[in-house]
């Protein structure tokens, strides 16, 4: 069967989208080797960005999406504001929390980022809640949800799955299974040799992605969406993909064979599609290099604002912890 081809216009988009979450978090790595730059535990998804970017870019503004510790190319790829969120990150008060989420327990409600969180398994429960008001409101939308392959082994991922499909909630699980959790390997905590199986269990569809094409990402997304705003109940997307760098910044990957770093830097979703691009005649060099430094300028810009700005002060360490309910 031949595919639909996707418009050149969304191609270059899915390109751009790419290489700035990748200049973006290029620049944490460098300033992650400064001292004194970048406060906590950076996690960075470093060769995950077709999975961003080929998810977020099939959503629609009215939907909702959940992430975890690895968040920042959803959060890019969903329109964040660069300079608040690095900001963010860099734990200053212009940051879109404050500079009091920093990067592991964000919210970015201007693009409907409702939580990332760094408490592994902590996100699909709370999609729950999310794509149950959705239905019980009839909103618009639906909530799509990114967790690891290490997460898919929680209890927590299995409950939310379960009560999602008892429910058939608007609801698409996204598993980024990046072959790594910490230092495990999947084949230590998974059962299954494709965590899409385990969708049949709780009566949604389930299909597994390389998830280094951005395109072949795109269309299952577009696809299962289509599902879940139907009114048939949520649905499981594994995408295949690679952690290439360690699990936070300050891990060397001692555990990792070098050679299997070579061999998924040989298929780096950017490297890959930029050549595709180029040979399908789409963009052509000077193209592509005016995009890559545009997210170049765009970074650096975002970094100039972090840097300006100050830190929140001792006074606020108590706002925002707490909301009382509407009519309390
Ligand atoms: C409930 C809980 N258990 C353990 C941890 C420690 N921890 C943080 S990330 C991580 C691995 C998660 O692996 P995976 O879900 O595959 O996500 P990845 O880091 O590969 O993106 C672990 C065990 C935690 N933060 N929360
Ligand atoms: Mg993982």
């Known amino acids: 069967m031949t595919e639909n081809p996707i418009a050149p216009d969304l191609r270059t988009r899915l390109y751009t989208r790419m290489i700035l979450i990748r200049k973006f978090e290029e620049k944490i790595t460098a300033l992650s080797q400064e001292p004194n730059r970048m406060p ?33 190319g959803h959060l890019l790829a969903r329109g964040a504001d660069l300079d608040s969120l690095m900001a963010e990150i860099m734990a200053k008060e212009t940051g879109v929390n404050g500079g009091k989420a920093g990067t592991l327990h964000l919210a970015v409600p201007d693009v409907n980022a409702l939580m990332t969180s760094t408490v592994v398994g902590a996100g699909p429960p709370l999609a729950v809640g999310a794509a149950f008001a959705q239905q019980y409101q009839r909103a618009k939308g639906i909530t799509v949800v990114f967790f690891g392959d290490g997460a898919a082994a929680e209890g927590s991922v299995h409950e939310a799955m379960n009560l999602a499909g008892v429910w058939k909630l608007p609801l698409l699980f996204v598993c980024e299974n990046n072959c790594w959790a910490g230092a495990q390997r999947p084949e230590e905590h998974c059962a299954t040799r494709h965590i899409s199986q385990r969708a049949g269990g709780y009566d949604m569809p389930g299909r597994s992605v390389d998830g280094n094409d951005v395109e072949a990402v795109y269309r299952l997304a577009v696809e299962l969406a289509a599902h879940c705003r139907s009114g048939w109940g949520p649905a499981f997307i594994e995408a295949h993909t690679y952690r290439m760098r360690g699990h936070g910044e ?51 810009a975002a970094v100039a604002f972090a840097d300006a700005s100050p830190y929140p002060g001792a006074e606020t360490a108590l706002t925002d912890v707490f909301v009382l309910p509407p009519n309390a």
């Open 40 to 72: 906590g535990m950076q996690i960075l998804a470093t060769g995950q960005e077709a999975v961003a970017t080929g998810i977020v870019s099939a959503l629609d503004p009215a939907d909702v999406i959940v992430s975890n510790h690895r968040s920042h």
């Open 250 to 300: 300050q891990d060397r990957q001692h555990y990792v064979d070098p050679g299997e770093l070579e061999i998924w830097a040989a298929r780096c979703p950017i490297r890959c599609y930029r050549q595709k691009l180029l040979d399908d005649g789409v963009l052509d060099a000077a193209q592509i290099l005016a995009i890559d430094r545009d997210a170049e300028t765009r970074v650096a």
